[in-house]
């Protein structure tokens, strides 16, 4: 969930700052490898995270008549709580344990979006944008590219 306000600039640009939080849930189910000397269980869990974002995106305006509409965005993502993810595991009739862990989660990365649209006059969008965040062992990128239908 965000909130942000754009602000008009000059020639139907806009800037507009933005801040939101995000909540994620990953849940891995209960896992049985059943016979022989290495019958295995990985016990169910879930985990959760949340972060809180903000950020500003320079971009052309909704509002304007313009086929051609860039935007670009720069922001900071901050981990509030939740932890990395781990599976536990165990054999059958043995008193050992395994623990397998996740990726871990950066406290704090940056993030980058750029991206291009293009209005054709019958209310279809061409689109593609690029999106990226970094932190401490922690790195994403992202391309997408579409076609919305605009109401």
Same mark, same amino acid.
């Not at 059943?34 to 869990?45: E, I, Y």
């Not at 008193?95 to 209005?119: D, E, F, I, N, W």
């Given at each position: ?9 000059? /020639? ?110 019958? /209310? ?9 965040? =970094? ?9 997408? =590219? ?6």
């Amino acid at each position: 969930m965000s909130v942000g306000y754009a602000l008009a600039m000059a /020639n139907g640009w806009t800037l507009t700052p933005k801040v939101g939080v995000t909540y994620v849930r990953t849940t891995h189910e209960r896992v049985s490898k059943a016979g022989g000397p290495f019958a295995l269980t990985v016990a169910r869990d879930h985990y959760v995270t949340r972060f809180t974002d903000a950020g500003v995106t320079f971009a052309r305006s909704e509002t304007s008549d313009a086929m051609f509409r860039p935007y670009v965005g720069f922001g900071a993502r901050t981990r509030i709580d939740g932890k990395r993810g781990e599976a536990i595991a165990g054999y059958a009739g043995a008193p050992l344990t395994l623990t397998a862990l996740g990726g871990p989660r950066a406290q704090l990365a940056g993030t980058a979006s750029a991206g291009v649209a293009y209005r054709l006059p019958t /209310n279809v969008e061409l689109f593609s944008t690029v999106e990226a965040q =970094t932190g401490r062992d922690d790195h994403r990128e992202s391309i997408s =590219t579409g076609a919305r239908l605009r109401f």
